[in-house]
């Protein structure tokens, strides 16, 4: 059973930068796709990048400030937020699914961590 943690949250003001990392366990030898997901309430979770075997997927929303990177080794994949405003306010997800390839639609991840909360303050 695949387990994922994310770590990484906080409060920051508009312009700056964080950085949020999840770590997971279980994985077995099959490729996994790690992708990070947000949500604010009232809302659908919102995917935003996604690594895999065969590349990188972008949520055109995000491109230029949010970048994806993985450590095989540790199982970890980190997401940094650059000139944060505060429309990223919003939990943050980790997910992952037994693929080669990306997607970001929520309903094709069948793992997920807890979330960590980032609030941007204008």
């Known amino acids: 059973q695949v387990h994922l943690v994310e770590s990484g949250g906080g409060s920051v003001h508009a312009g700056e930068s964080l950085r949020l990392s999840c770590t997971a366990s279980g994985l077995t030898d099959e490729p996994y796709a790690l992708a990070w997901f947000r949500q604010v309430p009232g809302k659908q979770r919102e995917g935003i990048i996604c690594i895999a075997r065969v590349g990188t997927l972008v949520n055109d929303r995000f491109k230029g400030r949010f970048t994806i990177s993985r450590d095989h080794p540790t199982n970890a994949v980190s997401l940094q937020m650059d000139n944060l405003t505060p429309e990223d306010t919003a939990t943050y997800y980790c997910?992952?699914?037994?693929?080669?390839?990306?997607?970001?639609?929520?309903?094709?991840?069948?793992?997920w961590g807890q979330g960590t909360h980032v609030t941007v303050s204008a």
């Open positions: 997910a992952a699914r037994q693929k080669t390839t990306c997607v970001l639609n929520s309903v094709s991840y069948d793992s």
